[in-house]
């Protein structure tokens, strides 16, 4: 039995076994998790500290800090964003490019 597979590269294969947009969001939140990090440490805040400028709890932090936990909301985003004085940016993107028509 030939492999279906073969010769095709590994997005694609990914994507046929619907799993490359879960694989892609938890990347997003690695590099995310890592920025605010890096950043906490730069500042020298323990998690105590910052949880306590954004105003929130530390097992509010503790979920936003792992990179397993895919439940982030933006206000959580962006009030760490905003404690290392950084902000926040988005974007979308279509498969067609036609982003306009959409907004």
Do not use: C, W, Y
Request: positive net charge; aromatic residues 2%.
């Amino acid at each position: 039995m030939p492999n279906k597979h073969l010769g095709s590269s590994f997005g694609s294969f990914l994507e046929e076994e619907n799993i490359l947009a879960e694989l892609e969001i938890k990347a997003v939140k690695r590099v995310i998790v890592h920025q605010i990090k890096a950043a906490m440490k730069t500042k020298n805040l323990s998690k105590v500290q910052m949880a306590s400028l954004m105003n929130t709890s530390r097992a509010s932090l503790d979920r936003l800090l792992d990179p397993d936990n895919n439940g982030l909301t933006l206000s959580t985003l962006e009030k760490a964003v905003a404690v290392m004085g950084g902000k926040l940016q988005l974007s979308v993107t279509f498969p067609d490019g036609d982003n306009a028509k959409r907004a």
